[in-house]
């Protein structure tokens, strides 16, 4: 199988044109329980996260700019100033260096999708940073 390509900014770009998340190796950072996958493109990250009931997403910036949906669950979220309560289908769009977090609330996880651009090794050593979590294909 051939090499990955890396993109300008050093981060591997995939070679799958298509994937179901089972697929894919994640990661969790133990102290909350977090869970994580990430899929690299030339110039974006895709992101899909689980957050347990009562978790913070802690307030945060970074130099990318996110896009992100709410698939299940529910969040307060905060996005520079404006705080409000989201259920599935909600999104969420933090500009470069805005600060943005939040708190699961209720009793289900909170699982959400973060577009970040661009794909650079920053968000490559955020998850270097937790244990990997080998994918679980079935079959």
Known sequence: MASPPVNEHGAEVTLRRIFAWNELDGVRWD???VDAQIITG?????????????????IHSHPHEQFSLLLEGRLRLTVGKETRDIGPGDGWYAPSGVPHGGVVLGDKAAVFIDVYSPATTWIMDQFASARKVPAVVDG
């Open 31 to 33: 102290d909350e329980g």
């Open 42 to 58: 030339e110039n974006m990250h895709l992101i899909r996260a689980v957050y347990p009931p009562g978790v913070v997403y802690e």
